[in-house]
């Protein structure tokens, strides 16, 4: 005879619980984390470098944390911005995971940083599982990656508060559909706000970093669908938390760490979603 | 690929839930761990499979089988009150009002569902703490 036990736990809990503490203690030192996504390639490291060449001209204290599996060239061509940098080799990790990242930044974080950007690995799939204390999720995509980049990383684009698209100047070489690549966004995630860039033409630079001033002063991000989950009596949080039916499952990240803004509302923000 | 760091934190919270005791993991092998994925959480089952049994190995959890169920993404749009299967890759507008502001009611979940133990004891080289 098996005996059974009825865990009901996110598998992701530790990192959801890590990222809330991270988010907790960030924001009370006035810090928010902007988290970029995007695949290897596709200009994170340009637009990063000028966005905070940016910040720092409009006298924004900004730093930054770059995630690579291996060679520091990022972090050097960060630093020419003159933010405080730090490079983070993952030894082959395909993400960074919340307590990586309250590691790096325990004893290296500047004070008086009001915006931390982490460039994450660059990859699609496995950064956008983990919630990394962040208060904008930012996806990135450049004009030669396809129109139907946002439906075949749906997770990634679905969970996006703002979408860059980078490279704009070779849109025309790329044959990019702009209107397609538009859809496709819309499709994943309904009313997320598009920005297209060139770093190369100064074009869009500096709306990134409009966007996350904003977000660190108190303005609501965009709450995706996709990270609106809807609370029922049988939400899976934690230990022994049983299910009272088969419907309305939330899902691994939603631990119950509600910060007050959405209390009583049917639809209860992802914490990944949540601000500090 | 994730998988392994997934398959990783299952492994760990299995144990944990093995040392917290409880009657029905008293020194017992774990038999089979039940885990429910939603299509849109992004990871991959064949995958997850095949890293949870590398990460099992040397844990009470040698051995133990991983049971994946799908579970299929649906959301339901507030001011309407429509509801849908969002399909993979999602459609997340709503298909009847055409409104952004839906909510999801499934298909992100990444949940150990349920452990079954075995009658017999874990290995004895298994270290108690992992």
């Known amino acids: 005879m098996c005996r059974v036990a009825e865990l009901q736990q996110a598998v992701l809990a530790e990192n959801d619980r890590g990222a809330q503490r991270l988010r907790a203690a960030l924001a009370a030192r006035g810090t928010a984390v902007v988290n970029l996504l995007s695949s290897p390639g596709s200009g994170k490291t340009a637009l990063l470098e000028a966005e905070l060449t940016r910040a720092r001209e409009r006298g924004v204290p900004v730093a930054a944390l770059t995630a690579d599996l291996a060679t520091e ?38 004070d008086g940083v009001r915006l931390l950007f982490v460039e994450n690995v660059g990859n699609l799939v496995c950064p956008a599982s983990y919630d990394l204390g962040e208060s904008l999720r930012v996806v990135l995509a450049s004009v030669t ?3 139907d980049k946002p439906l075949k990383y749906p997770t990634a684009f679905g969970l996006a508060q703002l979408v860059v698209v980078t490279k704009a100047d070779l849109a025309g070489p ?17 009313g997320v706000e598009v920005v297209f860039t060139s770093v190369r033409r100064g074009e869009g630079v500096g709306l990134l970093l409009d966007r996350a001033v904003a977000v660190q002063r108190g303005v609501p991000a965009h709450r995706p669908v996709m990270a609106r989950l809807a609370v029922g009596g049988a939400h899976g949080h934690g230990t022994g938390h049983g299910h009272g039916g088969d419907h309305e499952h939330g899902h691994d990240r939603g631990r119950g760490h509600d910060q007050g803004d959405h209390h009583g509302s049917a639809v209860r923000d992802d914490p990944a979603r949540t601000r500090p | 690929m994730h998988e392994m760091s997934i398959a990783l934190a299952v492994v760990g919270q299995v144990e944990e839930a093995a040392r917290a005791g409880g009657p029905e993991a008293d020194g017992r092998a774990v038999e089979r761990v039940h885990l429910r994925v939603g299509e849109l959480a992004g ?19 040698e051995g133990a089988e991983l049971r994946t169920e799908a579970v299929p993404g649906r959301a339901r749009c507030g001011p309407c009150g429509g509801e849908w299967d969002t399909g993979m890759p999602p459609r997340l507008g709503c298909p009847r009002c055409g409104g952004g502001a839906a909510e999801l009611l499934s298909g992100r979940e990444l949940q150990i569902a349920a452990v079954h133990w075995a009658d017999r004891p874990a290995r004895p080289t298994v270290p108690e703490e992992g």
């Open chain 2, 43 to 61: 990871v991959v089952p064949d995958s997850l499979h095949f890293c949870f049994s590398l990460a099992c190995e040397g844990t009470v959890l």
């Open chain 1, 174 to 190: 790329a044959g990019f559909d702009r209107e397609a690549f538009l859809a496709a966004v819309q499709q994943v995630n309904p």
């Open chain 1, 145 to 147: 990656e396809g129109e």
């Open chain 1, 73 to 110: 060239n990022d972090a050097r061509r960060l630093a020419r911005s003159g933010a405080p940098v730090k490079q983070v080799l993952t030894d082959g990790l395909c993400h960074l995971e919340a307590g990586m990242l309250g590691r790096h930044l325990d004893g290296w974080l500047p």
